[in-house]
T-cell receptor, first 113, second 116 residues
Framework: GNSVTQMEGPVTLSEEAFLTINCTYTATGYPSLFWYVQYPGEGLQLLLKATKADDKGSNKGFEATYRKETTSFHLEKGSVQVSDSAVYFCALRLTGGGNKLTFGTGTQLKVEL | DTGVSQDPRHKITKRGQNVTFRCDPISEHNRLYWYRQTLGQGPEFLTYFQNEAQLEKSRLLSDRFSAERPKGSFSTLEIQRTEQGDSAMYLC??????????????FGPGTRLTVL
């Protein structure tokens, strides 16, 4: 079946630190990959996406590269801010198959001054 | 703001009661999705509609759950004879329904259900 595995949280960083949140996937087909973010008390927001191998999605200083050979889509940011504190979800959607998103369990990020 | 809206935002009910949630998608979005999110977990797919047609249902959607989208616009999710295990955040999302990999789902704020 299809699944997404994320590193467990919480991840606690100091402001301006480098962030990596690992995400790997298993898919029976050729998926599109997504990162969603959930700020405290708010709904899920699309952060970035990539639809084919070697694509790099980017938004708000966050980046992730679709690595087919390692089935990974790790989220990175060079310098985190307190306002980046949230829960980050990696997800996949199969192309040409069902339209549902399959999510990982989420990784909580806490950024401290 | 013309994002996805959900009503109510919070619902507390007693075990055995029926509840109904509403979702209003982004206008012109043809697809509408329901997900369930329990504490500490990622959202899990329940069902989705293409216009008014319900095209896929998860095995998570037991006989006590029913979803409708009668005119292809808003959708309702009803849970009959609620159980404590139904306590969760129910999320609605919508998308344009583009073919291929570029179709993006946009989520509403969710309805938090607590079954006592």
């Amino acid at each position: 079946g299809n699944s997404v595995t994320q590193m467990e949280g919480p991840v606690t960083l100091s402001e301006e630190a480098f962030l990596t949140i690992n995400c790997t996937y298993t898919a029976t087909g050729y998926p599109s990959l997504f990162w969603y973010v959930q700020y405290p008390g708010e709904g899920l927001q699309l952060l970035l996406k990539a639809t084919k191998a070697d694509d790099k999605g980017s938004n708000k200083g966050f980046e992730a590269t679709y690595r087919k050979e390692t089935t990974s889509f790790h989220l990175e940011k060079g310098s985190v801010q307190v306002s980046d504190s949230a829960v980050y979800f990696c997800a996949l959607r199969l192309t040409g198959g069902g339209n549902k998103l399959t999510f990982g369990t989420g990784t909580q990020l806490k950024v401290e001054l | 703001d013309t994002g996805v809206s959900q009503d109510p935002r919070h619902k507390i009910t007693k075990r055995g009661q029926n509840v109904t949630f509403r979702c209003d998608p982004i206008s012109e979005h043809n697809r509408l999705y329901w997900y369930r999110q329990t504490l500490g977990q990622g959202p899990e797919f329940l069902t989705y509609f293409q216009n008014e047609a319900q095209l896929e249902k998860s095995r998570l959607l037991s006989d006590r759950f029913s979803a409708e989208r009668p005119k292809g616009s808003f959708s309702t999710l009803e849970i009959q004879r609620t159980e404590q295990g139904d306590s969760a955040m129910y999320l609605c999302a919508s998308s344009l329904g583009l073919s291929g990999p570029t179709d993006t789902q946009y989520f509403g704020p969710g309805t938090r259900l607590t079954v006592l």
